[in-house]
């Protein structure tokens, strides 16, 4: 099971598919429906058990859902190594503000319940599928295109980009990781009409453009 804070996080959690255990609040009045799930308790209590220095009124305990990886006829994003729990949780946000439902996740990457994602995700994570697998071996079994984010490669505003495909985002440091390179498919990249100043940029800023990018194809 994982732990999140907050009553937005915990209200999008409460209305999803995700399996509730327990809701504790010092606010039962915040609630109108699973009220047998809702405990009140005192704020002292919360506080207590709150990960946070400042608890900000509830806490839920949720069932970590078992997914398996489904054939997507749409984009996917997977990310390689990214470390950062709130690069992780900005990236699910955004697969949720642009409507990608899969973001498959390289071993090493931050664990999406970690809770300094799962603030990030302001919610998000109720509606974003997220896997953790070994992303070599799933991208050598998926026949769509696969795009990697490279300071070298060719720009985005002028690459083609079909209907579906995956996105693969690199290490905050590193970037994407040679074994990974070679299962790349196309080398994409954001140019930079700036003076040569900023070394790159940050990996979810980055995700954002070229989901944006992407997504702009449909109105071509």
């Not at 984009?75 to 949720?96: E, S």
């Not at 490669?153 to 083609?160: C, D, F, I, Q």
């Not at 994409?188 to 997504?215: C, D, Y």
Request: hydrophobic share 40%.
């Amino acid at each position: 099971m994982f732990v999140a804070e907050g009553i937005k996080t915990v209200q999008e959690l409460l209305d999803s598919s995700i399996k509730t255990e327990r809701i504790f609040t010092t606010d039962l009045s915040a609630f109108t429906a699973k009220k047998d799930l809702i405990e009140q308790i005192s704020e002292s209590a919360l506080k207590q058990m709150s990960g946070l220095k400042n608890p900000n009124t509830v806490l839920g305990l949720f069932h970590i859902p078992k997914r398996e990886i489904p054939k997507s006829t749409d984009w996917v994003v997977a990310l390689d190594d990214v470390r950062d729990p709130g690069n992780l949780g900005t990236i699910i946000r955004l697969c949720d503000w642009y409507g990608i439902k899969h973001l498959v996740c390289s071993e090493n990457t931050v664990d999406c319940y970690n809770p300094k994602v799962l603030q990030a995700t302001m919610g998000s994570i109720a509606r974003v599928n997220v896997h953790y697998t070994n992303l070599k071996d799933y991208l050598e079994a998926t026949d769509l295109p696969k795009f990697g984010a490279f300071m070298d490669g060719m720009s985005v505003l002028t690459e083609k980009l079909p209907e579906s495909g995956i996105l693969v985002m690199g290490n905050e440091a590193n970037g994407i990781s040679k074994k990974i390179e070679d299962k790349i498919s196309s080398k994409i990249t954001i140019p930079q009409f700036g003076k040569k100043t900023a070394e790159s940029l940050n990996v979810a800023t980055a995700t954002a453009i070229l989901l944006n990018e992407i997504r702009r194809r449909k109105f071509d």
